[in-house]
């Protein structure tokens, strides 16, 4: 996202409802004490601000109720999302030595302010600085929020995995942002903006707030200041908000999509650590000689291969070397990837015995140190992220995946600690810091996959893509969709989400994990739901196994992952993850695909508003139903689905039909249902061509509705089998030998 399309998007997407607000809506109390903000839906809020430090073991704190220092200042200032208007409160107790400046943004095109605090240290002595209460709406605090029915509204944590709560109950603290929402929609997002300088939180206790910059301790020198992280409080609708707050961070953190998203096979759940240089070999000779199965992608050689965690060199597994083994897999066209965990080291490595101050320790001095299981026998201990020491070691790692030739690295366990070198540096700035010595000893043409687990803003910038959840063992998928539904909101804005592999089947025997307990409906779910979110999509099974084979269209129908990134519909409204999907606009025609998931124990049908999904008001439109391969019904202004059992879901084309002209109304092709797989589609009088892309299946079948008969008359680099009739208007075109990296087309005769 650049700064020139942000700036887009806020004037011509949110112009409109800003210019409803009045110009001082958010602004500080005549006397400085509290910020006061008027906003719909909330009957109160008002807050207080304050700066924590400790000096001498003490805490201590400026406050908004100290005095004034100096009168509070105007002027404007430039933001990634239009003008805004800013007002500068400095506090201070008379005759002491250190102050507190909070700045107000209010942007002028949105309903939306932020807030930075900068602590002044005018004493001789070093401090500590602890955090900023930027604004706090405790009552204990002196402050206030009130909105009506505080049980009708529900906090929405977006960067932990954390379940929806109402905000009347809510006794927690959540990690960097939030959103809450009354379910009318009328609500407010918290979450910081940068630069990045800390991570914040959002305690929430008695339906009252207290926005906070998380300091951690660092310390600020006599003489010096240090500023806050800049928090924005957005009162657009939900979309809008996290739009903005998203597409903001990516601006001041200058995040990396260029490269896109990736497909391919990992070899993790395979076989564990129990892989080898021949199986390898092998997987990639399968890969190799069935492109049309699988493209051109990544092979990911995961634990397993490395003489001991530390030490990321080939083990006698791998006789060749790790070199060796990538030119083979680029010599048949893939790109080789391969995982490590830079942080983690064998507690009988030589070098941490060479340098015991460069490993973390707690509080007590204590060496940080994982126990020992079934991957790593030894257990292992953790580097200091920071250290001068670290940092050459760390350097050389990446480095040497570079000249073994591997293209894409995947980078596990990135537990940093809290113990720093630098006293003066967040564990957000080490964390920036750590990733950009990994990016600049990769070079830029490396892929570079976070395995995060949940998002972080430490990555951003750095990595093309992140994980954003769990390990997605066939058992626990329902846990897995939880973030990965919550999460999208980062995909291509961010980096390329990453929901980690989908599997082929529900259980093969030949795999070693086992199968997926909650049934086909799960995996289906699943297996929709990784391909819809249009970042990496792999899979993990042993593809040389007989029974494998079998279920391999699975893996056509979700290479490459959805071209048009899905998202979660009900997010901030509801506390089910229910609606994952997207509206798509085509010059052909445009249309929508849901997934529609019961996340909730029980059997019931699940209700699609069309407003809400992007569909014309009073448009009848055709259901087409991914796995029957069928349109299923047709539907104006809303739609429920049959009953749908726990875990199962409904995997839905919605297609507006207009005019006279044939229109698509479906496809097996591919999981996102024509997004991805068709480039084009031209209608004559006579006559109607269909260009498609080398995603998805070899076979399969587009379905059309039109009110005359269809025939087949050519195609390029595939065959129409036939074309069938499938009900009143309805046409089916079966397709084989699609051909990966060739294109194809498609020509009929309209009768």
């Not at 939306?112 to 600085?129: E, I, M």
């Not at 709560?165 to 979450?191: C, P």
């Not at 001991?308 to 791998?318: P, Q």
């Not at 079934?374 to 201990?381: K, L, T, V, Y």
Request: charged share 20%; glycine share 8%.
């Amino acid at each position: 996202m650049t700064k020139k399309l942000a700036l887009a998007l806020a004037i011509t997407t949110l112009s409109i409802i800003g210019a409803r607000a009045s110009e001082d809506w958010v602004r500080f109390s005549q006397d400085g004490s509290q910020i006061l903000v008027e906003a719909p839906g909330v009957s109160k809020m008002q807050g207080a601000t304050h700066a924590v430090f400790s000096m001498d073991g003490k805490y201590n704190y400026v406050i908004s109720k100290d005095s004034l220092v100096g009168p509070i200042k105007q002027s404007t200032a430039s933001t990634p999302f239009g003008e805004a208007a800013v007002s500068t409160a400095t506090y201070g107790i008379k005759n002491s030595p250190f102050q507190y400046t909070v700045t107000l943004k209010r942007l002028k095109k949105i309903r939306a302010f932020t807030l930075q605090g900068v602590f002044h240290n005018r004493s001789d002595k070093n401090v500590k600085l602890e955090a900023f209460d930027l604004l706090n709406t405790l009552k204990s605090a002196g402050g206030n929020l009130a909105v009506e029915n505080a049980s009708d509204w529900l906090v929405t944590p977006l960067m932990q995995d954390n379940e929806a709560e109402d905000l009347s109950k809510t006794k927690k603290t959540f990690r960097d942002a939030v959103i809450v929402y009354h379910k009318n929609g009328q609500g407010f997002l918290v979450g910081p903006v940068g630069p990045a300088e800390a991570y914040t939180s959002v305690e929430f206790a008695n339906g009252e707030f207290n926005s906070r910059s998380e300091m951690e301790g660092v310390l600020v020198a006599a003489g010096q200041d240090r500023r806050s992280e800049e928090v924005v409080y957005c009162f657009e609708p939900t979309t809008t908000a996290t739009d903005i707050w998203t597409r903001w961070v990516a601006i001041t953190h200058k995040a990396r999509t260029k490269s896109g998203p990736v497909y391919g096979w990992c070899s993790w759940y395979d076989r564990t650590t129990k892989i080898d240089e021949a199986h390898i070999l092998n997987v990639a000779d399968i890969l190799a000689k069935n492109p049309n199965v699988f493209g051109k992608g990544i092979l990911q050689i995961d634990d397993g291969y490395q003489k001991m965690d530390g030490d990321w060199s080939a083990n006698t597994k791998f006789p060749s070397g790790l070199a060796a083994v990538t030119k083979k897999i680029r010599n048949v066209g893939w790109t080789p990837g391969v995982w490590f965990a830079p942080l983690m080291m064998n507690p009988e490595h030589p070098w941490m015995k060479a340098h015991p101050d460069a490993i973390q320790t707690n509080a007590l001095g204590i060496k940080n140190f994982m126990n020992a299981n079934w991957f790593h026998p030894d257990g292992a201990n953790w580097l200091v992220p920071d250290h001068p020491e670290t940092k050459k070691f760390l350097k050389n790692i990446i480095k040497s995946s570079r000249d073994n030739g591997f293209g894409y690295i995947k980078i596990d366990f990135n537990g940093i600690g809290n113990r720093f070198y630098d006293p003066t540096k967040t564990s957000l700035q080490i964390f920036r810091e750590l990733y950009t010595l990994y990016r600049k000893a990769a070079g830029d043409k490396m892929y570079i996959l976070s395995c995060l687990g949940q998002p972080t803003r430490g990555v951003i910038g750095f990595i093309d893509a992140a994980r954003v959840g769990p390990d997605s063992h066939p058992a626990h998928f329902e846990k897995c969709l939880k973030s990965v539904l919550r999460f999208q909101i980062y995909d291509n804005v961010w980096w390329q989400n990453d929901p980690d592999v989908s599997y082929l089947a529900t259980g093969l025997p030949s795999r070693v994990l086992g199968p997926t307990p909650q049934g086909e409906e799960m995996w289906k779910t699943w297996h929709a739901v990784t391909t819809l979110v249009g970042g990496t999509a792999m899979n993990s099974e042993p593809l040389q196994a007989e029974d494998c084979r079998a279920a391999w269209r699975q893996a056509e129908v979700m290479r490459p992952a959805s071209a048009e990134p899905a998202r979660l519909l009900t997010l901030g409204r509801s506390p089910q993850n229910t609606i994952f999907g997207f509206a798509a606009a085509r010059p052909y025609g445009d249309f929508a695909v849901y997934n529609l998931y019961n996340d909730s124990p029980g059997t019931k049908s699940l209700p699609l508003n069309f407003k809400d999904a992007g569909l014309p008001a009073g448009v009848n439109c055709a259901v087409f139903d991914y796995w029957q391969n069928k349109v299923i019904g047709y539907a104006k202004d809303s739609y429920a689905t049959a009953p749908l059992k726990y875990y199962a879901s409904a995997l839905l084309r919605f297609t507006p039909l207009k005019g006279d002209a044939p229109i698509l109304v479906g496809s097996n092709l591919h999981l996102s249902i024509g997004a991805t797989e068709v480039r084009d589609i031209r209608v004559k009088t006579d006559a109607l061509e269909i260009k498609l892309t080398d995603a998805g299946a070899q076979d399969g079948t587009l379905t059309f509705f039109s009110k005359k008969p269809l025939e087949a008359k050519g195609a390029k680099n595939c065959k129409i089998v036939s074309v069938e009739s499938a009900g009143e208007n309805l046409w089916k075109i079966n397709l084989s030998g699609r051909q990966w990296g060739k294109s194809q087309s498609v020509s009929l005769v309209i009768k």
